[in-house]
């Protein structure tokens, strides 16, 4: 069920963004979900929702990372200060 990306329409802004970053991060997310529903398994919702709860503003601040990083090389490129 794997599909790679073939092609990608991003603004100016984002062209330099690290998409590869971007899957790593969402990867990780997807293994921390697959725990969460482990741990909701064997009987420890409360667990289960703090991992997740955590997992998505650890991978909101990371990817908002790699945005910001991909508009500060625009901006290089631009000769912004």
Do not use: F
């Not at 921390?32 to 955590?54: H, P, R, W």
């Amino acid at each position: 069920m794997s599909r790679k990306v073939k092609s990608v329409r991003v603004p100016k802004e984002l062209e330099t963004l690290n998409l590869s970053g971007v899957v790593r991060e969402c990867e990780k997310y997807l293994r921390d979900l697959e725990s969460a529903t482990l741990l909701k398994q064997q009987g420890n919702k409360e667990a289960a929702e703090a991992l997740v709860k955590a997992r998505q503003a650890d991978l909101g601040k990371r990817i908002g990372h790699l945005v910001w990083e991909a508009r500060v090389q625009y901006g290089k490129a631009r000769g912004d200060s």
